[in-house]
């Protein structure tokens, strides 16, 4: 039968998909919009299936704040190589996702992707396995993490391959909270403060520094000592609070913060990056 342009192009409205992937399913669907958006469906999934033994190492890394500024999202969409990270249509693809977890703020990576994509008649879930067939690439929402707060901040590196959000106890102007996003993003932290770091990691820096006392000549009673103030100096560059700030290096984040305000501080962060 004879699909017109305009059963094309409301199918395309609707999936997002290619005009002629569109056509082609409409004509195999004899016109049935909802049998043909089946189709295509399917067809994301048979790509999906023939591609998932590929590695999805590319992609962006978004994340953004709510309009009140009390809740951030943070997601990563991979893909198989850096020519489709960098389209427009597959981070348009990850922005409007990512719309999706700020506004609904779902409780995991799978609940996302049960939600609608963009107000429309597919899943997130389901749109991505659509793209899939019509990029013809491997494509995985990865990662999703969210952050509450009296304030929140997002901070996205330039080139969408590092993100990072952080949660404050208490309102501060934007370029103070953007100061932090910015911290966390290119220094790397482990945890907000020395007390918030896991034992375990604790335990792997002493012992690290034991080891390595040892191997100086150090005897053991003295190598302990000796890596207990090591460790005690990476508190400085593993708990945010701890940490020099980048912008004045004779201040700590948590005085730079209490100066802004009396008691004004970090509850949490997330940073997250394509190497």
């Known amino acids: 039968m004879k699909i017109t342009a305009a059963q094309v192009n409301e199918l395309r409205k609707t999936t997002g998909a290619g005009m002629m992937d569109c056509k ?22 048979k790509v999906a299936a023939k591609r998932s033994d590929r590695e999805a190492a590319e992609g962006v890394v978004l994340a953004k704040t ?7 999202a943070l997601i990563v969409l991979n893909c198989e190589t850096d020519f489709v990270a960098k389209n427009a249509d597959f981070v348009g693809l ?6 999706t977890a700020v506004s609904e ?3 995991d990576v799978d609940a996302l992707k049960a939600l609608k994509y963009d107000g429309g008649v597919l899943t997130i879930g389901e749109k991505i396995t659509e793209q899939i067939g019509t990029i013809g690439e491997k494509i ?11 304030q929140t901040v997002a901070y996205i590196h330039p080139g969408n391959k590092l993100a990072s959000i952080v949660s404050f106890s208490d309102q501060a102007d934007a370029d103070v909270t953007r100061d932090v996003a910015m911290q966390v993003a290119a220094m790397a932290p482990v945890a907000v ?24 000549g150090k005897p053991a009673d003295m190598a302990d000592k000796i890596a207990q103030g090591r460790v005690n100096k990476w508190f400085k560059e593993a708990a945010l609070l701890e940490q020099a700030f980048i912008k004045d290096n ?15 501080t970090v509850h949490a962060f997330h940073r997250v990056t394509l190497s």
């Open 140 to 150: 995985e929402l990865s990662e999703y993490l969210m952050l509450d707060g009296e």
């Open 24 to 45: 082609k399913a409409l004509q195999e669907a004899e016109g049935d919009k909802e049998a043909a958006i089946e189709i295509l469906r399917k067809k994301g999934q």
């Open 250 to 264: 004779k201040k700590q984040i948590k005085s730079y913060l209490n100066e802004v305000k009396e008691g004004l």
């Open 193 to 216: 403060s020395p007390e918030s770091i896991s034992q375990e990691l604790i335990d792997k820096e002493m012992e690290i520094a034991r080891e390595l006392a040892i191997q100086e």
């Open 94 to 99: 990850a922005e409007n996702i990512l719309n």
């Open 105 to 107: 703020n779902p409780a």
């Open 66 to 72: 709510s309009d009140d500024g009390k809740h951030a």
